[in-house]
């Protein structure tokens, strides 16, 4: 249907599956390009608009940088790094970048740290109340914590650990924190490292780290879903609006009480991955 139209086909969608929308600007074209599928993108894409120059940008994390491009008959090529689920804004330009810096393309190295031994939780605010820290060894749900309240409550818990950081060289350190259940916060040494809220709860944190040991905080907030099934199942009027009450697809008033409890918090093996800088 593009062709009927005249408009160059994205090979960014027609051949890696990729998610995108284009929107021509003063300077040149600018997309919002998503991996929503279970594989991710590491390659050279032939652009379907030209371009002499082009920047990324990451809406999650707020990194930026001129991206690498290159012309191969006649077309614009980009490079692009996805990991399934996640997200990028590219920018083209018909001229030269003034005074850009790289965007910085990473590799991973052979191995990976697992971080899978010597976690404790706590939280940092729960309804109902949980006290008390839990040596839970590997990180997992915190519905799976020997608690009254565990599969019913919401609130932040926050996973510890201390690690010793082994003697490797490496222009960064990716930490990948897996399933999460919803969104996390990441403080290493005491200092904020990021947040995340999507797949695929990854962050750059080589500047948090330091030779030999370090310490690991996570805090991660669950949805409100355990609780309300509570609530229902204990009769408690929650519902509290004025104008409009909560009804489910067929609009009618809806009750939660069946539901299963949901995973909360870290439910997979949290790993450190150190990567290289691409160089030209």
């Known amino acids: 249907t593009l062709a009927c139209c005249n408009i160059p086909a994205e090979e960014m969608k027609t051949k890696f599956g990729l998610q995108t929308i284009r929107r021509v600007n003063d300077t040149g074209h600018h997309y919002f390009i998503s991996s929503l599928q279970n594989k991710g993108v590491d390659s050279w894409i032939t652009l379907g608009t030209n371009a002499e120059t082009a920047a990324l940008f990451n809406p999650m994390t707020g990194e930026c940088g001129e991206a690498k491009v290159r012309q191969v008959d006649g077309k614009t090529q980009v490079y692009l790094q996805l990991k399934s689920g996640e997200s990028i804004i590219l920018q083209t330009y018909r001229q030269p970048l003034q005074a850009s810096k790289p965007w910085k393309y990473v590799k991973e190295q052979p191995f990976s740290l697992r971080l899978d031994h010597g976690w404790k939780l706590h939280f940092a605010e729960s309804k109902p109340e949980i006290q008390g820290t839990f040596d839970i060894d590997r990180p997992c749900s915190w519905t799976n914590i020997d608690h009254p309240a565990a599969q019913t409550n919401m609130g932040t818990g926050v996973y510890s650990l201390d690690i010793e950081l082994p003697a490797?060289?490496?222009?960064?350190?990716?930490?990948?924190?897996?399933?999460?259940?919803?969104?996390?916060?990441?403080?290493?040494?005491?200092?904020?490292?990021?947040?995340?809220?999507?797949?695929?709860?990854?962050?750059?944190?080589?500047?948090?780290?330091?030779p030999g040991k370090n310490h690991i905080e996570i805090e991660v907030t669950n949805l409100p879903a355990n609780r309300i099934a509570e609530l229902d199942r204990q009769g408690v009027q929650w519902r509290k609006f004025k104008e409009i009450n909560i009804v489910d697809l067929r609009y009618r008033p809806a009750n939660y009480g069946h539901w299963a409890p949901m995973p909360s918090g870290l439910n997979s093996e949290v790993r450190l991955i150190p990567v290289d800088f691409i160089q030209e």
């Open 168 to 210: 490797l060289k490496a222009d960064n350190w990716i930490l990948d924190l897996g399933d999460v259940r919803e969104s996390a916060r990441v403080r290493i040494n005491g200092q904020e490292a990021g947040c995340v809220w999507a797949v695929p709860y990854q962050l750059k944190v080589g500047q948090f780290l330091k």
